[in-house]
Every structure is written in C-alpha cells, then in structure tokens.
C-alpha cells in the first residue's frame, strides 16, 4: 500500500483505469476486488449494465463504468477486474480497466473539477494530484442516487 499521508484529512482510496484514465472511490465503499468472469445479460436492461453475476448466493447487477461516465464501453479482458461496491444499501459491481493501488492521500489534496467538464463531472467529487498523474474522485452515492434505484434499471 503507497501512503502519501496521514493527517487526520486523510482520504483511503481505491485507483483503478478506465480508457487510458484514472478514477478513483473511498475505499469504505469497496466490498472486493474480482477477477472479470462472464456475466449473464438480463434482457430490457439499461445499457450500462452488462448483467448479472452471482457472488457468493447473492445476484448482483454488474456495470460498465465507461458507460457510466459517458465513454465508450469497455472491452472486458482476463485483466479487467470487478470491483463490488455497497453504495446506498445497494451491492453493484463496476466493471473497469484494471486496479491500478489503494492510497491514502490527504484531503486538501482534491480540487475541484474545472469549470468545462465532460459527462463525468455530474458524478465527480474533484481531482487528486497523485505523483505525475490526475485521479478523477468519482461519487458512487450521487452516480446510484438512493431516491430511486430503478431511475438506473437495477433493483435494490
């Protein structure tokens, strides 16, 4: 684990690839990390959601973050990893690129989004300057918004 701080601001993060790109979530959101295993489509589903999966007894839905975020979907490979999230009393896997580490990082290191913005922005919580590299700080509570969860095609 790479720790660049330990304030008490201190942010526990979870980095991971999207198209060439790094995002990144609190880690108090992650359940865990898997390897990318098909999944099984359920038809009449939103076009980010790839199908689902069971884990351990539990089906859950899986979702293309790309598509998400408003790129192009992702292209699953023996590299591409689920990551299995509880946010807002809802389990849901991210499909992405590939875990790139867990860090913690002090708070005053997130600035805000830039005024022009892609799609993204909407589910951002600003930009981490990490060694040579921008982390995009993505909010899983306002992407899966606990209003309606079916607004999003999955059920709680």
Known sequence: MNQTSNAADALEIIAFRLHQQEFCVKTTSIRE???????????????EVLGVMNLRGTVIPIVDLAVKLGMPAAQATERSAVVV????????????????????VAGSTLQPLPAATGPSAAFSDGIIAHDK?????LSLE?????????SWGIAA
Not at 33 to 47: D, F, L
Not at 87 to 96: H, I, Q, S
Not at 143 to 148: H, I, N, V, W, Y
């Open 33 to 47: 990390i898997r390897g990318w295993a098909p999944v099984t489509p359920i038809p009449h589903s939103p076009y």
């Open 85 to 104: 999230t509880e946010v807002n009393g809802m389990t849901v896997g991210l499909l992405v690129d590939g875990v790139s580490d867990i860090l913690t």
């Open 133 to 137: 590299s921008m982390i995009c700080f």
């Open 142 to 150: 306002r992407m899966f918004g606990e209003d309606d969860p079916s």
